[in-house]
């Protein structure tokens, strides 16, 4: 990465964070416990929901979601083919068969209209995207699960914060958010479940810790799926920090659609009506009708000291592990893939200067040579 002087990701944690991991290991109290206590209650909080149970990571909170739901093998899931890969290995660890409803370009999410066509006797779970930090289309989609009898789980992992008709992604079904290092809030490594399910929580719990209720006492075939509490100390701190963040992360927005949006062939992203969008990305299209393509662009910027990313180069089915696999239903997409084709993620990110966002503005109007 020789040469980006603006990163498209940047980690910045300080005193409080140092303090807090400090205390933890002053403490000798490692493994989980009251840190992960006062994570869990930020992300009650954050999403209003009863329950938060801590995991090790956003895929393990896919995989313990769907045990919790009591997916069973054979069992099917509809999902967004436009997505992390982790939304169709959880699925697939679970025993779960993965089939893909396309997306919509304004908001790269599941289409709602699209989805009743996916739904076989054998659905049991809708899995919602909520890509770049856009919350996907609740409004629609949970109705729709509900009429069905299908499960919500929420992937959640890039959108901590982001509403739909003011109400927090997370809190429609079962909310699957991540920690990992380059996302809103980071623990290094790390997962966050939310729901309003008492019963749910309860075996999400179980399952985290071996099925064990009281010492050596097992009701389920569990795992070990916690958080340390030297991670949630990471934590802590970002997550009281959430709105600062989150506010830095929409100006920036709001400054590069400021000076791009009159750009032909480059589609800035759409906050769509009733949304607050957290923007873990600013996910812009270069089309056809742009002077150079997606990859060019991508090239132009680095040499312009800019970073850039492409989150996702392919639909997530359009790879040999997955056309072989018996448990992903594969089905040409083609929202997904013109998506893939033309998507690019410049700088957003909180620790931006305005320097630097007039700097990425500048870069991008260069190659469009505008
Ligand atoms: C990051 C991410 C995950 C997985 O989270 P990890 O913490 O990396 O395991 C799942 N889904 C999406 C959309 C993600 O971006």
Redesign the pocket.
């Known amino acids: 990465m020789s040469g980006i002087e603006v990163p498209v990701t940047a980690v910045r944690l300080g005193q409080e964070e140092e303090q807090l991991v400090l205390s933890v290991l002053r403490s000798g109290h490692l493994a989980q416990g009251p840190m992960v206590e006062r994570l869990e209650a930020q992300f009650r909080e954050l999403t209003g929901t009863a329950h938060a149970v801590a995991v090790d990571?956003?895929?393990?909170?896919?995989v313990a979601a769907f045990q919790a739901v009591g997916l069973q093998p054979g069992d099917e899931v509809v999902t967004s083919p436009f997505?992390?890969v982790?939304?169709v290995n959880?699925a697939l660890e679970a025993g779960a068969i993965v089939r893909f409803a396309d997306i919509g370009l304004d908001d790269f999410a599941l289409s709602p209209s699209l989805v009743e066509g996916c739904i076989t006797g054998r659905t049991r779970a809708l899995v919602p995207?909520h890509?770049y930090g856009q919350a996907a289309d609740m409004t629609a989609l949970a109705p729709l699960a509900a009429r069905h009898g299908l499960a919500v789980v929420e992937?959640a992992?890039?959108a901590h914060g982001a509403t739909i008709g003011g109400r927090p992604v997370g809190s429609f079904g079962v909310g699957?958010f991540?920690?990992?290092a380059?996302?809103n809030v980071t623990t290094g490594?790390?997962?966050m479940i939310t729901t309003d399910d008492d019963g749910l929580a309860d075996r999400l719990r179980l399952l985290r810790n071996q099925g064990m209720r009281a010492r050596y006492e097992y009701e389920l075939a569990g795992h070990n799926y916690r958080m340390t509490d030297l991670q949630a100390a990471v934590g802590i701190p970002q997550m009281a920090r959430l709105d600062e963040l989150t506010e830095r992360r929409r100006a920036n927005a709001a400054a590069l659609t400021e000076g791009l949006a009159d750009l032909d062939g480059l589609v800035v992203p759409r906050e769509m009506a009733g949304r607050r969008h957290v923007y873990?990305q600013y996910t812009v299209r270069v089309t056809a009708d742009a002077p150079l393509d997606r990859d060019a662009l991508a090239k132009a910027l680095a040499g312009a000291g800019v970073g850039s990313g492409v989150y996702y180069p392919r639909a997530v089915y359009d790879y040999d592990c997955y056309r072989g696999h018996p448990g992903v239903v594969v089905d040409h997409c083609p929202g997904a893939e013109a998506a893939a084709r033309e998507v690019l993620s410049l700088p957003v990110h909180p620790h931006l200067t305005s320097v630097d966002v007039e700097r990425v503005i500048a870069a991008v109007r260069r190659a469009f040579g505008a």
């Open positions: 990571n956003g895929t393990t909170a896919l997505t992390f982790a939304t959880a995207v890509l992937d992992a890039q699957c991540s920690l990992y380059t996302k490594e790390g997962g873990h």
